[in-house]
């Protein structure tokens, strides 16, 4: 009865840490997509200074949410921003966690409507 006490309290353990270091990855690919997000909308709103204004920009607020900004490229008016951050997952090590986002004017589509 002891021994299968202790066997079952150890998997409850395994479980509990192994969910919650599952929530903090999860947590974390949030984060590193908002901050990819964020990114690309500061770097579209300084294109009009240069890309390279626009991308300074998308790097400067990376680093301020502890985020590395791999990528950034610049079409026209939009802006495509690649962002990665590594995340320690406990006894499971490190995860590196990425997320893209891109920022510009919406494409017009026409639509025809059936009347």
Same mark, same amino acid.
């Given at each position: 009865?002891? #021994? ?15 969910? !919650? ?10 984060? #590193? ?14 294109? $009009? ?18 985020? $590395? ?19 320690? !997952? ?6 590196? /966690? $990425? ?12 639509? /025809?409507?059936?009347?």
């Amino acid at each position: 009865m002891t #021994v299968t006490a202790c066997c079952g309290l150890a998997a409850l353990i395994v479980l509990t840490v192994l969910v !919650v270091q599952v929530g903090a990855v999860v947590v974390a690919r949030h984060r #590193v997509q908002a901050a990819a997000d964020l990114a690309a909308l500061a770097a579209a709103g300084e294109l $009009r200074s240069g890309a390279d204004a626009g991308c300074a920009a998308a790097e400067s607020l990376g680093r301020r949410m502890n985020v $590395r900004v791999e990528r950034c490229a610049v079409s026209g008016w939009d802006v495509l921003i690649s962002a990665e951050q590594k995340v320690p !997952v406990g006894p499971f090590g490190e995860r590196s /966690i $990425r997320a893209v986002a891109r920022a510009g004017p919406v494409k017009e589509e026409v639509v /025809i409507g059936v009347r």
